[in-house]
T-cell receptor
Framework: KNEVEQSPQNLTAQEGEFITINCSYS?????LHWLQQHPGGGIVSLFM???GKKKHGRLIATINIQEKHSSLHITASHPRDSAVYIC?????????FGTGTSLTVIP | EAGVVQSPRYKIIEKKQPVAFWCNPI?????LYWYRQNLGQGPELLIR????????DSQLPKDRFSAERLKGVDSTLKIQPAELGDSAVYLC???????????FGPGTRLTVT
């Protein structure tokens, strides 16, 4: 049983497209994290949120606590956005990670 | 400001050999995490430190894995003896405390042959 489910698992988009990655979780949480991992690279934290919406550049993250769902949006996608995007939730002191969404943006 | 530093970046060893990974967190970060990430999967928490105290090591295979964070700063994760299934990327992360955003190191890619 996975506490965190992401969809889609793989996503290919044309440069400039609007992209949405979804995350659903089954546990009560204190915070939800969106992480980015480039091939062979380390992990970068994009957002940490517990309610509402956050925006950073072309990235937008939203969370609906009642529905236990979060979305990560990328506007005007670019090939450099190609990476694995991981959703993680922290119910208190623990962390549960999704298996990630592999995004490829084609020029 | 320097990020989380890990070494080595890559390690290849034969099974049954010991191996150690080192992590230096961001200065001032009290919380340190060790994760293991298998190919195609998300990270799995192995152990979390608050300063020098291990507060969550429930996922650490204690028969062969050990970790320490002397003086509450840098940390070492050891595997002895290594098994083929230990091949993975071992990630270290740190945060100001467990309620704050985590910063990840580049990871150590371990291959056990």
């Amino acid at each position: 049983k996975n506490e965190v489910e992401q969809s889609p698992q793989n996503l290919t988009a044309q440069e400039g497209e609007f992209i949405t990655i979804n995350c659903s979780y089954s546990v009560g949480i204190s915070a939800l994290h969106w992480l980015q991992q480039h091939p062979g690279g380390g992990i970068v934290s994009l957002f940490m949120l517990s309610s509402g919406k956050k925006k950073h550049g072309r990235l937008i993250a939203t969370i609906n606590i009642q529905e236990k769902h979060s979305s990560l949006h990328i506007t005007a996608s670019h090939p450099r956005d190609s990476a694995v995007y991981i959703c993680a939730v922290s119910p208190g002191n623990q962390f549960y990670f999704g298996t990630g969404t592999s995004l490829t943006v084609i020029p | 400001e320097a990020g989380v530093v890990q070494s080595p970046r890559y390690k290849i060893i034969e099974k049954k050999q010991p191996v150690a990974f080192w992590c230096n967190p961001i200065s001032g970060h009290n919380t340190l995490y060790w994760y293991r990430q298998n190919l195609g999967q998300g990270p799995e928490l192995l152990i979390r430190y608050e300063n020098e105290e291990a507060v969550d090591d429930s996922q650490l295979p204690k028969d062969r894995f050990s970790a320490e964070r002397l003086k509450g700063v840098d940390s070492t994760l050891k595997i002895q003896p290594a098994e083929l299934g230990d091949s993975a990327v071992y990630l270290c992360a740190s945060s100001m405390d467990h309620n704050y955003e985590q910063y990840f190191g580049p990871g150590t890619r371990l291959t056990v042959t």
